[in-house]
């Protein structure tokens, strides 16, 4: 959602120097081929042929016979300005002596001379898309909707081809979780009011600097799912649990779900329908059963699911409406709603914010003889009798009929389209193909199965440009190299680096979940996720081979520096980091 | 294209076709990251008096919406405990700043730097039309546009526009945190992002050369950030090196008395990574460190009092880290936050969100006491919030042209009325 600077500005990334719409055009295969590390077993390195291409374009258009050069010879103004951007060309100042600088001796602010050269950046050169050919469809999906794929996954949906699959992903029952095991004994938590921590709406991400008490993290192994033997059957709400466990357990049925699509669905809606474990508290399971309940309404309609969301217990204390009344209303839940959940900002009013306030107000947590209930209790004594105006509509209104109001504003449809396009197709949909998605959801009583299937099989899915347009977040890459790698013990890993590259799950950094795109990406996280690898590479039992890992993974369209780098790395797990560690593999 | 037109050129276009190389050495070991090198100056060249100088900027960021009347307390308004009948307690306790101020009562480190006349409050800070939703008024905040039709930070900019923060990647830092924060996002800028000292390393024995292999001429539109951002990382490793070898805040605090960077207060991990940077004399320009909490829409008198206790630990540990350094007047402490909190507050003993609040600025070359006008509790906005005095851009604007000495119109488009809070001289 906040995308990086520029990469987002009105109308989004651009891409310039299309030379891949041209190649992708009845080329997809032969440029496949080209592309392919053909001699990435041979005792030879593609060094040499590498050596000839020009040096500013992705790996293998160098190949590509000359009548392409007319198409690829798009009048571009960063070539044209290339020869004059020589640096013999341009008028080089005489190494004159610098000014006096005011810089105290006794303090040495020299810059130390690290010695890295700055890399040789590519300019508007763009990928090439494989996307013409079924099999690079198939990995594009799973990449998307699947967190990649183990091989048995990768061979099936191959075989199967993209539409079956589709299919498949969309139609197959989601499979539950194994159910998270209550701890052997309660154990007493912190008030999480009390923490000192950006609570529910405090937006900016306040990432590991915005929790003064280092504290919290438990230092159990995550995954650690198996009931211990005393553990009783069943949760009550005021059951503490382990926030670790709990992370781990997800993480870890993230990479062993049969119906990974289910676990991609339901981070998507932890990351809209919004809450944190640290304002939430471990006091009770209500983090545990939001996940559940987000999973089996993942699919659903936008109504029930508003319906589900509004009196779920972590909802009711993230934003605050267990704590609001109809005589002191509080906006937090009401404005998350509108702004984040449903319409975004600017369709509504502040006043609208108030007014649906005090429509939404009545909602109470369970006290101590309700121990079962594992929603929100409605108390019409606490509720707001009075009429309000409310989206243009005035009179009294309940949950429900602020629901129905909202998704009959015109607004709503296109603001879900958007951010699920947003987080499956491309950082920058056009107004077109989100009002036709929006459209039709809405005609389908906004039914997001409906939706998903007419994301997946619309041509802009497959598009040329938004092949590697997505960045994957910290789970999506970590997962998905967990399941290449066919790992299942990594979860205590994935949950540790979640937290260092920014994704830790049950702790989004604000109330908007977490960022899209470009903001996954700084010097600190590209630095910890090549550490990611070499953590997950260094905990395997057994290290598959990597000779086809660049095929199965990053389909044969590698950039020139990833080729090198394969190249130098001479056995499977020097490869396999150079796989993980790639940009493609960054990139979905 | 003669050299004229060398003006219109990003630091993209350089950067894309490999110009930059060439910095140079004698550019680089003539000092301070703050000189720009061959690239800087055949840009830039006209500008080089404005930017040659050590000043350092470090921007603290109070997330969540900070509350300023139980920061910087009304001590006579009775409509305070009309107002807040539970909050208005803060006032009881608050360290007095004058007849008509105190500051909360968690801030003796605060209140000690502002009997030294080293702590400007600049009341009623905001904008016009205040925007209630964070992730609206931070982007409001961060970019210095109330219209919101910017993308950059206002840091950002500052720092591409002054600064070559290609080779020296430092200028720009974001201390303990895992992202750029949106106010020093600017594409045409090299930024760094270091969470913690000790943990930015790469692991795996030859990841390093590797990503070097890796990471260049990467295609794509996010092509140039993957490689900028390897390369930042890469880069920064070598200097922390040497800032490692150059700090030594233990030394130093074991001398002097209550001098702890508390390693269980964040904020104070994460400046005292900013003091290790600007001590070391690696590079660093400006700063920007972020503590979270701030949304305090229930029991805000206990919660916010032991947060601005983590505010003033940090705050004050950092200044007597630098002053033993002797680097105290180089570096200017600001405090932003998206906005300040309704007056009323709520039954839960909480506040909603708000508009204007008191703004901090801290450092030895900061004329000390309050400026612009504290908004009245009396004359509130129709939706209950103080209404703004003083324009956020006008505090900016005073940052950049009085601290940093640099063009503040070529980044806020236009000039403000001024608030002298920093001294020129």
Not at chain 1, 8 to 25: M, N
Not at chain 1, 313 to 336: C, F, H, I, V, W
Not at chain 1, 496 to 511: A, C, E, H, I, K
Not at chain 1, 523 to 528: A, I
Request: net charge neutral; charged share 20%.
């Amino acid at each position: 959602m906040c995308a990086h600077g520029k990469t987002t500005a009105p109308g989004g990334p651009t891409r310039r120097k299309v030379l891949l719409t041209a190649l992708a055009t009845g080329v997809g295969v032969a440029s496949a081929r080209i592309l392919g590390l053909r001699n990435l077993d041979a005792s030879e390195s593609l060094s040499s042929l590498v050596d000839t291409m020009d040096m500013s374009m992705a790996t293998g258009v160098a190949e590509l016979p000359d009548e392409y050069d007319a198409m690829f010879g798009v009048p571009d103004d960063s070539y044209a300005a290339q020869d004059f951007l020589d640096a013999s060309n341009l008028p080089r100042t005489k190494p004159v002596a610098l000014p006096p600088v005011d810089v105290r001796p006794a303090v040495a602010l020299q810059l130390p001379v690290s010695g890295i050269a700055s890399p040789k950046l590519a300019g508007d050169v763009d990928w090439v898309s494989p996307l013409p050919k079924e099999s690079a469809k198939v990995t594009h999906l799973l990449r998307r909707a699947t967190f990649g794929a183990t091989e048995v996954e990768l061979d099936r949906a191959l075989s199967e081809g993209f539409a079956r699959t589709v299919e498949r992903l969309i139609e197959s029952p989601f499979v539950e979780p194994p159910v998270f095991p209550a701890p052997a004994a309660p154990r007493p938590s912190a008030s999480p009011s009390m923490t000192p921590r950006a609570s529910a709406s405090a937006r900016p991400s306040p990432s590991a600097s915005a929790k003064p008490s280092a504290s919290a993290a438990p230092s159990m192994a995550a995954g650690a799912a198996s009931p211990s033997p005393s553990a009783p059957a069943v949760l009550t709400n005021t059951t503490s649990i382990n926030i670790g466990n709990l992370q781990g357990w997800w993480l870890d049925w993230m990479t062993k779900s049969p119906t990974p699509f289910a676990e991609r669905m339901t981070l998507f809606w932890h990351g809209h329908f919004t809450s944190d474990y640290r304002k939430v508290g471990t006091n009770s399971p209500a983090i545990y059963w939001q996940n559940l309940t987000w999973r089996r309404m993942a699919l659903g309609d936008l109504r029930s699911m508003l319906l589900k969301v509004t009196p779920d217990l972590a909802m009711l204390r993230y934003l605050d409406l267990a704590a609001s009344t109809g005589r002191a209303p509080n906006e937090n839940y009401a404005r998350e709603l509108l702004e984040l959940f449903t319409m975004g900002v600017g369709s509504y009013t502040e006043d609208d914010v108030k007014a649906a306030a005090k429509a939404l107000a009545g909602w109470r947590l369970p006290v101590r003889t309700e121990p079962t209930a594992q929603t929100g209790i409605f108390d019409a004594r606490r509720a707001f009798t009075g009429a309000v105006t409310f989206l243009g509509k005035t009179g009294t209104f309940n949950t429900e009929s602020v629901v129905d109001t909202i998704l009959a504003n015109d607004a709503t449809a296109p603001f879900i389209v958007r951010q699920l396009v947003t987080s499956f197709v491309t950082p920058s949909s056009s107004d077109t193909y989100v009002a036709r998605l929006a459209d039709r959801f809405r005609r389908s009583r906004y039914d997001t199965k409906t939706l998903m299937r007419d994301i997946f099989t619309s041509p802009e899915f497959v598009a040329p440009e938004t092949f590697r347009s997505l960045i994957k977040s910290p789970t999506d890459f970590m997962i998905s190299a967990a399941k290449a790698l066919g790992a299942t013990n990594l979860s205590g890993t994935i949950r540790q680096y979640g937290s260092t590259l920014g994704q830790n799950m049950f702790d989004p950094p604000s109330v908007a979940g977490w960022g899209e795109g470009a903001s996954w990406i700084s010097s600190n996280t590209m630095l910890q996720r090549a550490n990611f690898v070499t953590a997950a590479i260094g905990a395997l039992r057994t290290t598959p081979s990597a000779a086809r890992a660049h095929e199965r993974h990053l389909d044969s369209v590698l950039a020139q520096g990833t080729v090198n780098e394969l190249n130098l790395a001479r056995e499977d797990k020097s490869r396999w980091f150079a796989v993980f560690a790639s940009p493609e593999f960054q990139l979905k | 294209m003669g050299a004229t037109d060398l003006s219109r050129l990003s630091r993209r276009d350089f950067l894309r076709n490999g110009f930059v190389f060439g910095a140079g050495a004698a550019g680089l070991a003539a000092g301070y990251a703050a000189v720009p090198d061959v690239f800087a100056r055949a840009v830039y060249g006209g500008k080089l008096d404005g930017v040659m100088n050590d000043r350092v900027l470090v921007m603290i960021q109070l997330a969540g919406g900070a509350d300023g009347l139980q920061t910087v307390i009304p001590l006579q308004d009775p409509k305070l405990r009309a107002l807040r009948p539970q909050l208005s307690q803060a006032a009881n306790s608050a360290l007095p700043l004058d007849a008509s101020f105190g500051l909360n009562r968690s801030m003796r480190g605060v209140k000690a730097l502002w009997d030294q006349g080293k702590v400007a409050i600049v009341h009623g800070v905001g904008y016009p039309q205040p925007n209630y939703s964070h992730f609206d008024s931070i982007r409001i905040w961060e970019t210095g546009d109330p219209m919101r039709r910017q993308q950059d930070g206002w840091l950002g900019k500052t720092i591409a526009a002054n600064y070559d923060s290609a080779g020296h990647p430092l200028v720009g830092c974001a201390c303990g945190s895992s992202e750029i924060p949106g106010a020093l996002r600017d594409l045409d800028a090299t930024l760094s992002v270091i969470n913690g000292q000790n943990t930015f390393k790469f692991n795996g024995a030859d990841a390093d050369r590797a990503m070097g292999v890796i990471y260049n001429g990467t295609p794509g539109i996010y092509g140039a950030l993957f490689d900028t951002s390897v390369f930042s990382a890469r880069d920064t490793m070598a200097r922390l090196r040497l800032a490692r070898e150059k700090y030594t805040p233990r030394a130093a605090y074991n001398d002097n008395v209550n001098l702890v960077y508390s390693s269980r207060n964040q904020l104070a991990s994460a400046l005292q990574l900013a003091a290790q940077l600007i001590i070391s004399g690696v590079g660093a320009k400006i700063l920007h460190v972020t503590l979270g909490g701030f949304d305090t829409h229930d029991q805000q008198l206990a919660r916010l009092d032991s947060l601005m206790g983590y505010v003033d630990g940090a705050i004050s540990a950092f200044h007597a880290d630098l002053a033993a350094y002797g680097m105290s007047d180089r570096v200017l402490i600001a405090t932003w936050s998206e906005f300040g909190r309704r007056a009323a507050e709520t039954a839960n003993g909480g506040t909603d969100h708000g508009a204007a609040a008191p703004m901090f600025l801290i450092g030895d070359t900061v004329k000390g006491g309050f400026y612009g006008e504290a908004p009245s509790l009396g004359a509130l906005d129709r939706g209950g919030s103080l209404k703004y005095t003083v324009d956020f851009r006008q505090v900016y604007q005073e940052i950049l042209e009085s601290h940093l000495r640099v063009d503040s119109q070529e980044v806020l488009g236009k000039a403000f009325e001024r608030i002298p809070a920093v001294r020129t001289a």
